[in-house]
């Protein structure tokens, strides 16, 4: 028998929407920032402390468009953002209703298990807001109690809520935390501002500390389409069928132009990632793991050295019926793979199962525990191989999301797996860039690909329902006005290079996911507004007159709960 062998693929993908209000370009949401401080930092700082475990982090360019702007509102001093810029202001008491609702509908907006209850000073806010008749459901009219809050309340929970979600490596370096945190309450104007301070000094090193990183060699940065759109449905909305057949499309045959979008998207990613860190990367990670033929076809057309997706999609692409699926170690899925129509271009799988531990069940494992068994189950395929190759194994998943479920944002979890797989004796952490360079790899070639996602091997999560058909309806019927507008030739280069602008942030991927029943209503309502924001910014810089139909809700089955299907993310920011 061989030597036991392995090689290990990590692949942390990064991805907010873009926040951004089309017309003033104020933040709408605090996401990107937030998630900045907490898990982007940190999980730059695991890899920092580890260099010898070798990593992919994917960064979606409308994040990192994100992230600049934010440093450039700090360098600048005019903050765009509502909630980080109150925290600067010195008289709480003087705010308007407007942005006192602000503060009290978003500083419990966390998970509450990991993110409050574990801080005393600000469970105790909460219950204060609570007997003050807080926490309404959406719909109802807020208690007229909660404006008696003084601006001491506010400034301590304002205080609150941004320590909540800085990350655990920063808590570790930088002693302001620790001591406002000790303190608990009564923050002055001096503290509040020391913090803002902080945040901006986090948000300014993120992106040279993961450049640098690559350009240590220890971790592999790659990209996505610009505003992470789901390629395969701009390309043919009538791939869903390939996994879900019958399910009902848009009323639209096609989205107008989608190969050329998809084109345009596609080198958008590749210039803006040249530019930020230096080189062009060599993969792309879908929107949402979502292949195609005729997508990864133009993956190869632009030069990608490699892309990825799930576990559920090979499955379908290898063939229904099963006997591909019962090969000695499941060595179908532990290889990579090519593709006639994509030449030089390689894809891999990701383990759903093993991924979904970390995303999903890990959470409530000691951190300890949790990382020697995730380290077994790897070392049990590679004992289940077959003896005529290298098992490649992709773990993919949120490098942001999940954390919040985690005691400590998960640092406990990534110590312990990263210090182990650093000392393990045969279990290689490689990136896709190693692997191809090195040139010892076997792929196999796919006979096609179904078309499909992360998300349960469907594109369920962003088409088939009424409000997300209506949806790709209202954009295609967008972009029809914007090629006409366009073929007129009314619009100059300036003008015209905007309007296209705003067209991609149409196109990203997220108005489509949150609607529907499934997710949480106060969600759903929020991203249905800010698309059909987004689309009447559109028609606005084209010259038209937006149509009634941006008037009305998309989302018809307002309910409550999380969409965690198919283990690909989470998403929902609600209280507990």
Not at 65 to 91: C, K, N, S, T, W
Not at 94 to 99: K, N, Y
Not at 339 to 363: C, K, M, N, V, W
Not at 512 to 517: I, S, V
Request: proline share 6%; aromatic share 10%.
């Amino acid at each position: 028998m061989k030597d036991p062998r392995i090689d290990l693929v990590l692949l942390w993908h990064m991805h907010q929407p873009d926040y951004r209000d089309a017309v003033d370009g104020s933040f709408m949401l605090p996401w990107t920032y937030l998630h900045a401080i907490k898990d982007y930092s940190d999980m730059a700082a695991h890899a920092e402390r580890h260099p010898g475990v070798h990593t992919v982090f994917n960064f979606v360019p409308i994040l990192l468009e994100q992230i600049e702007d934010y440093v450039r509102q700090f360098d600048e001093g005019r903050i765009r953002d509502p909630l980080l810029g109150l925290l600067q202001l010195a008289d709480l008491d003087a705010i308007e209703l407007d942005e006192r609702a602000l503060i009290l509908d978003s500083a419990f907006a966390s998970n509450h298990q990991t993110m409050l209850e574990p801080y005393p000073e600000y469970r105790r806010l909460y219950e204060l807001f609570r007997l003050a008749g807080g926490g309404a459901r959406a719909g109802e009219q807020r208690n007229p109690r909660l404006e008696y809050l003084s601006g001491a309340f506010l400034g301590d929970l304002l205080t609150w809520y941004h320590l909540a979600w800085i990350g655990e490596t920063e808590r570790r370096t930088n002693p302001l935390f620790g001591q406002l945190m000790a303190r608990g309450s009564g923050f002055t104007h001096s503290e509040r501002l020391h913090l803002y301070e902080a945040i901006g000094a986090i948000l300014r090193g993120l992106l040279p500390r993961y450049r640098a990183l690559a350009e240590r060699g220890c971790v592999e940065l790659s990209s996505t389409p610009h505003t992470h759109p789901i390629g395969p449905l701009l390309i043919d909305l009538a791939c869903a069928h390939e996994a879900m057949p019958g399910a009902p499309l848009p009323a639209a045959a096609a989205y107008p132009g989608g190969t050329e979008r998809v084109r345009d998207q596609i080198a958008e990613a590749l210039k803006s990632h040249a530019r930020r860190f230096g080189e062009v990367p060599q993969g792309i990670w879908p929107g949402e793991g979502a292949v195609s033929d005729a997508f990864v076809g133009e993956l190869a057309r632009a030069g990608v050295r490699w892309t990825a997706s799930s576990e559920a999609v090979l499955s379908n692409s290898l063939g229904k019926d099963g006997t591909i699926q019962h090969e000695q170690g499941r060595s179908w899925l532990y290889r990579p793979w090519l593709h006639p129509q994509a030449t030089g271009l390689t894809l891999l799988f990701r383990d759903e199962r093993l991924s979904d531990l970390i995303g999903f069940e890990y959470a409530r494992w000691n951190g300890r525990d949790a990382a020697e068994h995730l380290v077994r189950e790897i070392e049990a395929i590679a004992h289940a191989a077959p003896d005529d190759g290298t098992p490649v194994v992709l773990i993919a998943l949120d490098g942001e999301n999940a954390w919040e479920y985690y005691p400590y944002n998960g640092y406990y979890f990534l110590e312990e797996l990263y210090s182990r797989l650093e000392a393990h004796p045969w279990i290689r952490t490689r990136t896709m860039r190693e692997l191809l360079d090195a040139g010892t790899i076997r792929p196999g070639v796919l006979p096609r690909l179904v078309a499909g996602s992360w998300v349960m091997g469907t594109l369920s999560t962003w088409i088939g329902d009424r409000e997300k058909n209506r949806a790709w309806d209202l954009l295609c019927e967008a972009k029809l006005a914007y090629d006409r507008v366009v073929a007129q030739g009314s619009l100059g280069p300036a003008a015209l290079a905007v309007a296209q602008r705003q067209l991609a942030a149409c196109e990203g991927s997220d108005w489509f996911w949150w609607l529907g029943p499934q997710n949480p209503a106060a969600g759903v309502a929020r991203f249905d507004r800010l698309y059909r924001h987004n689309l009447r910014r559109l028609y606005q810089l084209i010259g038209l007159p937006a149509p009634d139909s941006l008037d009305e809700p998309l989302n018809l089955g307002l309910a409550g709960g999380h969409h965690e299907a198919g283990g690909a993310m989470r998403r929902a920011h609600e209280p507990a």
